[in-house]
């Protein structure tokens, strides 16, 4: 029992959310499916937020995630989270392939495992803002998937796809991002006049001429501390450049 229960499970010293939860060990062993995202974690009957586990590349691979089980009263798994810049987001492309940071912090749950996701059912997407006024905004996508035609999704560039809008007084920064390929300062993949993942210090669907209306990977800035204006870690159409955000969360889920 006790390999199956690190087949299934994973490391003891990271299902303390679940275990918290009154559920047993014997009882978790028995769940003979691993959870494929947070929305299998509510299924099951989980109902707080937190760190859990779950399996998109199957059972041997046990994937930290932070699922968001409160918000509109729907499981939703994060795949990126930012509050205070602790973690830097300027990192390479098989870092932004892979994943990075910690599940109970701030961190990317990784392109490969955002598309394998996408790729097991229809998701939606919910953006989550706060500027440092401790303002809090979203907005909300119907349909989101990365390179969903692609035999090989990293040789597509985990192209982004969203639609479905609805504002919830963030306005809409990434409709203008959709079809573009990923970037990061090592694999620039638009053949831009300047690298921008570079220029705005971190990962993302970066688009030509401009570069950016959502850049939620960008360098983190804190006012408090900024000598000069410089582009970062922003939503145009809620905080205009020279302002920053203090706050981000993607989120996605299962319909």
């Not at 299934?8 to 978790?28: F, N």
Request: hydrophobic share 35%.
């Amino acid at each position: 029992m006790a390999i199956l229960l690190l087949i299934l499970i994973g490391p003891l010293s990271l299902i303390s959310p679940i275990i918290s939860q009154s559920e047993s060990l014997d009882t978790l062993v028995l769940h003979k499916i691993p959870p494929l995202d947070c929305q299998d974690l509510w299924d099951k009957g989980f109902r707080s937020d937190g760190e859990y586990l779950i399996y998109p590349q199957g059972p041997q691979h046990p994937l930290p995630v932070y699922c968001d089980m409160t918000t509109n009263g729907m499981p939703w798994t994060v795949f990126q989270k930012r509050f205070d810049g602790s973690t830097d987001f300027n990192q390479n492309w098989q870092d932004y392939v892979m994943g990075f940071g910690n599940a109970d912090y701030e961190y990317w749950l990784g392109l490969q495992n955002i598309q394998r996701l996408t790729m097991t059912g229809r998701y939606e997407l919910r953006v989550e803002l706060e500027n440092f006024n401790g303002q809090k905004v979203y907005a909300f996508y119907s349909n989101f998937s990365l390179s969903p035609q692609a035999l090989n999704a990293e040789h597509d560039g985990y192209k982004l796809y969203v639609d479905g809008f609805t504002d919830g007084g963030a306005g809409d920064s990434l409709s203008v991002h959709v079809g573009q390929r990923f970037s990061t300062y090592d694999n620039d993949q638009i053949n831009d006049i300047q690298n921008c993942a570079e220029y705005w210090g971190g990962g993302f669907w970066y688009y030509s001429n401009g570069c950016a209306d959502a850049g939620l990977n960008a360098r983190y800035i804190n006012p408090n501390t900024l000598k000069s204006p410089q582009h970062g870690f922003s939503w145009v159409t809620w905080v205009e450049y020279p302002e920053t955000l203090r706050a981000s969360q993607m989120m996605m889920r299962r319909l």
